[in-house]
C-alpha cells in the first residue's frame, strides 16, 4: 500500500475559492465562443448582399447556411472524441485556428460553389472548438458553481452574435460582405497564440490520462497555491473505464440522458440557426429596412445573453431539469408570438428578444447541462456529439426557412412551425427530471474509486 499522500484532483478543484486563473480560463473560452456565435450570425446578415452582388433569389441561398452547418456537425463528431485522446486544450487551438483561416480564405470566394464549400472548412473548425471550450470551463469550475459559470462563459456566443449581426450590417453598407469574413478569420487567428501560450490543459484530463506529475501540478498551483503537493499522488473520484468514449456514452447509467439531451439539442439548434439565419430574409419581406431587420435580429441574442445569465442562476439554485422545461415551453409562446405581431417591427423586437431568453439562454443551460451530466473521461465526446446532433437540427432549421418561405407559407403559420420543436426539448428536459429524480441531482464525480496519477515526474 503507497504511503504518499492522496490528492483528490476532484475535491480540490471543488472545494478551493474561484482563482483568477480559473477566471482566465473561462475568459478565453469566452473569447472562443463569441467567435462562434460572431460567424453564426454574420453569415445570415451578408447572406442578402451575397444575393443581390450574384443575383440569387433566397432559396438559393440555402446550401450556403446548411454548408457551414454541417461542418459544424462534421467537426462536432469529429473532435470531440479526439479532445477525450489527445486533450482539451489542443483540439481547441487546432479547432480555432482552422477556422479563422477558413474563414479569411472565403473571403476571396469567386462564386457560390466554392464559398459554400469553404463554409464547411469553416464550419469544422468550429464544430470542435465550441464543445471544447464548453468542457474546459467546465471542469476547472467547482461542482456548486458549474451551471453558472458555464452559462455565464457561454454568454459569449450570444454576445458574439449581436455584435456580428449589429457589426455586419453596418460592415456591409461600407466595405461591401467580404470584409465581415476578413474579420471573422482575423479575430481567431488572433486568439490562436493566446490559446498556445495561456490556456492550460484541463487538470482532470491530466490525471485521467496519466499524464506527467510536473504537468498536473503546475495546473493545480494556480488553483491552491497554498498547498503543498510534494510527493502527493493524484487521483479522481471515479475510475476510467475501458473502451471508446463513444460507447460509453450509452451504458445503462448515460444512455437515457444522452438521447434526451440529443433530442434537446437537436430541437434547440434547430430553432436558433433557422431565426438567425432566416430572420432578417423574413423581416425584409415585410417591407423593413436592413438595419430595422438588424436590430430586431440582435434582440434574439441579446435575449439569449441575459437568459444565459438568469437561467444559469436558477439551475444552480433549484432543479435545472425543471428550469430548462418551463423556459423552452414558454419560448413556443414568444416564437408564435413573433408571426402574430409581424405587423408591429418593434413588438417583434419584444417577442424576439423572449424567444432569445428562453431558446437560446435554455441552450446554454443545456450546454452546461451536459457538461455536468458527463464524467471525465467521455465529457468532452458527451458535449461534442450532443453538439454534433444538434448541428444535425440547425442543418435542418437552416434549410427549412428558404422551405417553408418557398411554400409561400404565411408568416403566422410559418412561426407556429418554428415554435413545435421548443415544446419537444421543454418535454425532454422534463423526462431528463423525472428520470434523474431517484438519484437526486446527479453530479459528475459520484463514484468514490481513485485514479492514480502518473507517480515520476516526465
Not at 182 to 211: K, Y
Not at 259 to 268: D, E, G, I, N, P
Not at 339 to 352: C, E, Q, R
Amino acid at each position: 500500500m503507497s504511503t504518499k499522500p492522496s490528492v483528490n484532483v476532484s475535491d480540490l478543484i471543488n472545494h478551493a475559492p474561484i482563482s483568477r486563473f480559473q477566471v482566465m480560463v473561462a475568459l478565453l473560452c469566452f473569447f472562443v465562443v463569441a467567435l462562434d456565435g460572431f460567424d453564426t450570425a454574420a453569415i445570415g446578415f451578408i447572406a442578402p448582399a451575397i444575393g443581390g452582388q450574384w443575383g440569387l433569389a433566397p432559396p438559393q441561398l440555402a446550401p450556403l447556411f446548411g454548408a457551414g452547418l454541417f461542418g459544424l456537425m462534421t467537426g462536432a463528431f469529429l473532435f470531440g472524441p479526439l479532445s477525450d485522446r489527445f486533450g482539451r486544450k489542443t483540439i481547441l487551438t487546432v479547432c480555432v485556428a482552422v477556422f479563422g483561416v477558413m474563414s479569411l480564405v472565403s473571403s476571396w470566394s469567386p462564386s457560390l460553389g466554392v464559398l459554400i464549400a469553404l463554409r464547411f472548412l469553416t464550419g469544422l473548425g468550429l464544430g470542435g472548438a465550441m464543445p471544447n471550450a464548453v468542457t474546459l470551463t467546465s471542469e476547472f469550475c467547482p461542482e456548486n458553481h458549474r451551471l453558472l459559470l458555464v452559462t455565464t462563459m457561454f454568454c459569449g456566443f450570444t454576445l458574439g452574435s449581436a455584435i456580428g449581426g449589429l457589426a455586419s450590417a453596418q460592415i456591409v453598407a461600407d466595405h461591401g460582405w467580404r470584409a465581415v469574413l476578413v474579420i471573422g478569420g482575423l479575430l481567431p487567428l488572433a486568439l490562436t497564440p493566446v490559446l498556445i501560450f495561456r490556456m492550460p490543459e484541463s487538470v482532470r484530463f491530466l490525471v485521467a490520462e496519466n499524464r506527467p506529475r510536473a504537468a498536473i501540478v503546475a495546473a493545480l498551483k494556480p488553483i491552491a497555491p497554498g498547498r503543498d503537493f510534494d510527493g502527493a499522488e493524484f487521483v479522481l473520484s471515479h475510475p476510467k473505464p475501458a473502451g471508446l468514449p463513444v460507447g460509453r456514452l450509452f451504458k445503462r447509467d448515460l444512455v437515457v440522458g444522452t438521447l434526451l439531451l440529443w433530442t434537446t439539442f437537436f430541437a434547440s439548434l434547430l430553432i436558433i440557426y433557422l431565426l438567425s439565419s432566416w430572420l432578417p430574409l423574413l423581416m425584409k419581406s415585410t417591407g423593413q429596412t436592413l438595419k430595422t431587420a438588424s436590430i430586431v435580429t440582435s434582440m434574439f441574442q441579446v435575449g439569449g445573453t441575459v437568459g444565459a445569465i438568469a437561467l444559469g442562476w436558477l439551475m444552480d439554485r433549484t432543479n435545472p431539469h425543471w428550469v430548462l422545461a418551463a423556459s423552452y415551453a414558454l419560448a413556443a409562446v414568444f416564437i408564435a408570438a413573433i408571426g402574430a405581431l409581424v405587423l408591429s417591427p418593434w413588438l417583434i423586437a419584444v417577442a424576439v428578444f423572449g424567444a432569445g431568453i428562453c431558446v437560446s439562454g435554455s441552450q446554454v443551460g443545456a450546454n452546461a447541462l451536459a457538461a455536468s451530466f458527463y464524467p471525465t473521461e467521455c465529457r468532452a465526446t458527451g458535449v461534442s456529439w450532443a453538439n454534433g446532433v444538434g448541428r444535425s437540427g440547425s442543418v435542418l432549421g437552416s434549410m427549412a426557412g428558404g422551405i417553408m418561405m418557398s411554400m409561400g407559407l404565411d408568416l403566422p403559420t410559418l412561426f407556429l412551425i418554428v415554435a413545435a420543436p421548443a415544446l419537444v426539448g421543454g418535454a425532454c428536459m422534463a423526462a431528463l427530471g423525472l428520470h434523474r429524480m431517484p438519484a437526486g441531482r446527479a453530479r459528475t464525480e459520484r463514484t468514490p474509486t481513485a485514479v492514480t496519477a502518473a507517480s515520476s515526474e516526465v
